[in-house]
T-cell receptor
Framework: ETGVTQSPTHLIKTRGQQVTLRCSSQ?????VSWYQQALGQGPQFIFQ???????GRGNFPPRFSGLQFPNYSSELNVNALELDDSALYLC???????????FGPGTRLTVL | AQSVTQLDSHVSVSEGTPVLLRCNYS??????LFWYVQHPNKGLQLLLK??????LVKGINGFEAEFKKSETSFHLTKPSAHMSDAAEYFC??????????????FGKGTHLIIQP
């Protein structure tokens, strides 16, 4: 059974650019959630996708957007990058809504 | 609304001695509570979870936690620390059993240091 994978591992962007992060959910999982973890902080919920629709959203502006594909993989897009967007972005998948979430290793984004 | 407060940002214990990581929560409804561990450069791993069954929850690697509604606490313990326990630990609250539309709400983390 393949776990949650994320790509790329690391990414460096400049302020104002756009970035796309990718996540492959664990086999058999249909729900994907994204979290932002700033240095020295706990992860913060960005949004969740279920059956290709956004199912819930945390306190993040609209420039954070996402997609879920028919194979349940997902993308996180961030437009107009700001310095404060520098963080570890974590993807988690679960078999059903409300079930245990399994986390990927994360993508480290640095905005200069 | 729900929130989690981890009372210690750092805890240092000697190998072989007990571990206590403290967590208080706030939730408008009956919450589900979790402890996750994060080793450097690795993903978050679930240690244990409470979802309104037994109040004493046993997890992996010898960890356990007790849900105390009257104290709104969910402290994590281990009888004897091992060097491999050194990591960041997160207390987490959720309205759903695994994180519904509101996602998981994480505390700020407790860095556990194990002295040889």
């Amino acid at each position: 059974e393949t776990g949650v994978t994320q790509s790329p591992t690391h990414l460096i962007k400049t302020r104002g650019q756009q970035v796309t992060l990718r996540c492959s959910s664990q086999s058999g999982h249909n729900t994907v959630s994204w979290y932002q973890q700033a240095l020295g902080q706990g992860p913060q919920f960005i949004f969740q996708y279920y059956r290709e629709e956004e199912n819930g959203r945390g306190n993040f502006p609209p420039r954070f957007s996402g997609l879920q594909f028919p194979n349940y993989s997902s993308e996180l897009n961030v437009n107009a990058l700001e310095l404060d967007d520098s963080a570890l972005y974590l993807c988690a998948s679960s078999q059903l809504l409300g079930n245990e979430q399994f986390f990927g290793p994360g993508t480290r984004l640095t905005v200069l | 609304a729900q929130s989690v407060t981890q009372l210690d940002s750092h805890v240092s214990v000697s190998e072989g001695t007990p571990v206590l990581l403290r967590c208080n929560y706030s939730s408008s409804y009956s919450p589900s509570l979790f402890w996750y561990v994060q080793h450097p450069n690795k993903g978050l791993q679930l240690l244990l979870k409470y979802t309104s069954a037994a109040t004493l929850v046993k997890g992996i690697n010898g960890f356990e936690a007790e849900f105390k509604k009257s104290e709104t606490s969910f402290h994590l313990t281990k009888p004897s620390a091992h060097m491999s326990d050194a990591a960041e630990y997160f207390c987490v609250v959720s309205l759903g059993s695994g994180g519904g539309a509101d996602g998981l709400t994480f505390g700020k983390g407790t860095h556990l240091i194990i002295q040889p």
